[in-house]
């Protein structure tokens, strides 16, 4: 087949199917990279490139906000300070782990955070009774890793290079029952991805390591710490931390996101932590010193601890808009990494088959595998040109050439002369010889004596595209292929066959698991309603959820229990274009959005008056978390850790409310407990997006009381009994004798269902609020203040109590017979449930609007 033709999309698509990210690729490059028409960027493992929406939002930013010196409490230090903590927990978000695992310290860098941890590491010389440290690395590492022996040459501590193979190949079992005497530090430091080759390293090195099963470690007694250059794989691939929990992860964010630049990070296992020392102290470091005696007591938060002075506020700031920008173009981690990898790949395999007319080839490739998998390789391809003779086109020569071209690549040995010289055949001789000839690192002495001193390097980012390849493969072609241009066929089909066959098992992989996790949710039984034995005059009688906080409700005649309340109560919540949660009491067209939950379907449909229907999904599977925004929100001071739901959402909503709003949900894996002031249960209950408990009760004749009440009252229309109802938003309505009984009540059972009664309901202006209209009146909470005395109270916040170990309790139908058990005082007479204390913190939902939001 003639190159040109081979050279095609349609050979891109037979051999890897995930290009781009839903929307016309080169719509967005228009759009967000104006600036790169007519240059072919694949240098993207040194720095990737920003989208141009990142730079405008981030100077909106800055000149609409004052943003002060985070160690002052001013408001606009305030401001500067809780910012970062959100960047911070939003980092943490984007490497799956949290806070209580994992501490981000700022750097200049990925050098400065490798430097800071190598400072800081307790390292020990030998004694007479105790073996020193060893400081050990593989030997495809970046020269900031193997500069650490700079800093532990003249401590006393053993340096052990290890070679990518030795590693698993002079592995040992670990004996059982072996008792670990030794506490001497040891700290094994391995890139995630080679800068080099682009070669992934298992992940799971880092707990054979921290468990001596594998070589160096599994040789030497002690306590194994690991470092994880994670700087290269984290530019176009997701780092899963529960997956490998290294004690030390150094990155830098301009490769992720290409601005802001100089700024790192240094992420600590909190485990790990304690063990640092740190000598030096700077401003914002220090809990207490004195400065006229050695005295000096350290920051308890470890970040604090160890960024000395003031960090660079505005860049770390920048990183709030990267993430959103990257999340918003591409929609995470992993479709970035397919769409990278798919892309090096093709150049893998059209490169390494392209033959010059004498069927000599073309390049020379350093890898370790064929491109197989994006899980062992990643968008990074480094080779040499060969000419018809065999011999290697120095890299100087290529990258001159590429500029012509307005091509831009990387040449010579990029910071890694152990990968250097293992794939290139140099011996350290050589080096040594090399350097007398005059090459040193970063020159253009590409070849001495014939032989390669570096070579080129070619890599993507989630920007790159199928045209930068082609244009790629056609300047190598024109300016260092003899021609005719032959391809080696057999070589093209092999690798054609494996990628073929790697994707389809990677397919059925995900179906498979898709299956499984349907068939879960399709065979999710509930208990079956038992009868209760005991008739009474206390009718469940209505049965509400409210699946978007401070949404319409949703009327069920039967419904699941599940762990959180009501199965999809109050799981997804809207917030405003600063992730600020939204409720009625500050956009009272919330109760205009119909949300209906459809359980077969796996839906959650958003409907409005004058709106297109459009739906979301209620279960979403686990592989596909990493696709979505995982995000940080607030509801009543309770972190909680949210999904964003994506654009459709989002722009449905925001049509309809007329500012910029997101639906987001609680994140499956996220647990919220109840405020343990008022948890007196032996085991907390867990919540959704409610802001005090899992149920709210109302008594239909508590309703009627209130009724009259404000009939009575002059100067106000009169409501009818169900409009009443609906303000109050209510999960259950019971049909009881007395006006208020409930609030004697310390527990219940409906159907089958053991409920706790949590205390009442504090009322504020919300019940104003007419569901059907979306207009504000000042009933009913006149009366129920005139009614109480100064006290709106009105309903009771209930818990369930599932047995032990029971992820469900059941279903719970309307017509449900209830029993009540009264709060028996000291006197031996009923008396009231505690009203819950207020918890108004300002903008966010208060206890006041109580769990009606």
């Known amino acids: 087949m003639d190159f040109h033709k081979l050279n095609s999309f349609e050979t891109f698509k037979e051999v890897w199917s995930c290009y781009g990210y839903g929307e016309n690729l080169e719509d967005m490059l228009e759009r967000e990279f104006t600036r790169m028409k007519g240059t072919v960027y694949l240098d993207h493992a040194a720095n990737t490139l920003y989208p141009e929406s990142l730079v405008r939002s981030y100077s909106l930013d800055i000149s609409r906000n004052v943003y002060g010196n985070p160690h002052s409490h001013n408001p606009s230090s305030r401001l500067t300070h809780e910012t970062m903590e959100r960047v911070r927990y939003r980092i943490l978000q984007h490497f799956n782990t949290t806070p209580e695992e994992y501490s981000v310290i700022f750097t200049s860098g990925c050098t400065a955070a490798i430097k800071l941890a190598a400072e800081v590491f307790p390292w020990r010389s030998q004694t007479e009774s105790e073996a020193g440290s060893h400081f050990c690395y593989l030997t495809d590492n970046h020269t900031s890793v193997v500069g650490i022996r700079g800093l532990t040459s003249n401590r006393g501590v053993v340096t052990l ?20 005497v030794c506490q001497t530090p040891h700290l094994f430091c391995y890139p995630a991805q080679s800068n080099y080759s682009g070669t992934k390293y298992p992940l799971s090195h880092v707990e054979g390591l921290q468990a001596r099963r594998l070589y160096p470690a599994c040789d030497h007694q002690g306590h194994w710490f690991v470092l994880l250059d994670a700087a290269s794989l984290v530019s176009c691939s997701p780092l899963n931390l529960q997956d490998c929990p290294a004690d030390f992860i150094p990155i830098s964010f301009y490769k992720i996101f290409g601005f802001p630049t100089g700024l790192g ?119 040499n040109l060969i000419d018809s003779c065999g011999e290697i086109i120095g890299y100087s020569q290529v990258d001159r050439m590429a500029s012509l071209y307005n091509i831009h690549v990387r040449t010579g ?36 004596d014939g032989q390669p001193t570096g070579s080129v390097r070619v890599s993507f980012g989630y920007m790159s595209t199928f045209d930068d390849c082609q244009k790629f493969l056609s300047f190598v072609v024109e300016c260092f292929v003899e021609k005719p241009v032959t391809i080696d066929h057999a070589r093209l089909e092999r690798l054609k066959a494996a990628i073929v066959s790697n994707e389809e098992k990677t397919v059925n992989i995900i179906e498979v698991t898709h299956k499984v996790e349907e068939k879960k949710i399709s065979q999710k039984g509930f208990e079956p309603v038992r009868p209760n034995s005991c008739e009474g005059p206390y009718i469940l009688t209505n049965i509400y959820i409210y699946p978007i906080k401070s949404c319409g409700a949703f009327e069920a005649h039967k419904w699941p229990v599940g762990p959180q309340g009501l199965l999809y109560d109050r799981s997804w919540m809207v917030v405003n274009g600063n992730g600020v949660c939204l409720s009625q009491k500050r956009e009272s067209r919330l109760c205009l959005i119909r949300p209906q939950v459809h359980l077969s379907s796996n839906e959650l449909l958003l409907r ?60 499956p894996d996220f647990t919220r407990y109840m405020n343990k002031k008022s948890d007196t249960a032996i085991t907390s209950s867990t919540l959704s997006l409610v802001n005090e408990a899992q149920y709210l009760m109302i008594n239909r004749a508590s309703v009627e009381l209130i009724q009259k009440v404000m009939s009575s009252r002059q100067d106000y ?23 208020f009984e409930e609030d004697n009540w310390s527990h219940l059972v409906i159907g089958n269902i053991r409920f706790m009664v949590r205390g009442q309901c504090v009322r504020c202006q919300m019940v104003g609020v007419d569901q059907n209209t979306g207009t504000k009146t000042k009933e009913p909470l006149m009366s129920l203040s005139a009614y109480h005395n100064g006290k709106v109270t009105f309903g009771v916040y209930l818990s369930h109590q599932l047995p032990k170990g029971s992820p469900t309790a059941g279903v719970l139908s309307a017509g449900s017979h209830i029993l009540p058990e009264p709060h028996i005082s000291e006197t031996g007479h009923p008396s009231p449930s505690p009203s819950l204390p207020s918890s108004n913190t300002g903008d966010l939902p208060s206890t006041s609007g109580g769990f009606v939001s």
């Open 413 to 448: 040995c990029f910071c890694n002369t152990g990968a250097c010289q293992s794939f290139l055949g140099i011996t350290n001789q050589e080096m040594r010889r090399n350097l007398q000839a005059g090459h040193v690192c970063g020159d253009t002495i590409d070849l001495v």
């Open 161 to 180: 290079p290890v070679s990518p193979q030795e590693v698993e190949n002079r592995a040992k079992d670990k004996i059982l029952g072996e008792v670990e």
């Open 717 to 739: 229309p009169e409501f009818d009994t169900e409009n009443i109802i609906s303000r109050f938003r209510s999960n259950f309505i019971i049909s009881g004798v007395e006006p």
């Open 265 to 383: 990070a240094l992420l600590v296992r909190n485990h790990a932590a304690g063990i640092l020392k740190k000598t030096y102290f700077g401003g914002g470091t220090a809990a207490a010193y004195l400065s006229s005696e050695d005295y000096y007591v350290q920051a308890a938060n470890v970040s604090d601890r160890f960024e000395d002075g003031t960090v660079s506020f505005l860049d770390i700031i920048a990183l709030n808009h990267s993430f959103e920008a990257l999340y918003r173009i591409t929609g995470g981690m992993q479709n970035i990494q397919q769409h990278t990898f798919g892309l090096a790949r093709y150049t893998y395999m059209l490169l390494s088959s392209l033959c010059h007319g004498n069927r000599r080839p073309v390049a020379q490739m350093y890898t370790l595998g064929q491109f197989d998998s994006p899980r062992t390789q990643g968008a990074i391809l480094n080779f």
């Open 608 to 667: 409005a008056s004058g709106m297109n229907t459009i739906s979301v999904p209620l279960e979403i599977r686990r592989e596909m978390h990493a696709s979505f925004q995982i995000c940080q929100s607030k509801v009543c001071g309770d972190r909680v850790e949210t999904m964003d739901c994506g654009d459709e959402a989002a722009s449905w909503l925001s049509d309809l409310l007329g500012q910029p709003c997101r639906l987001i949900r609680q994140s």
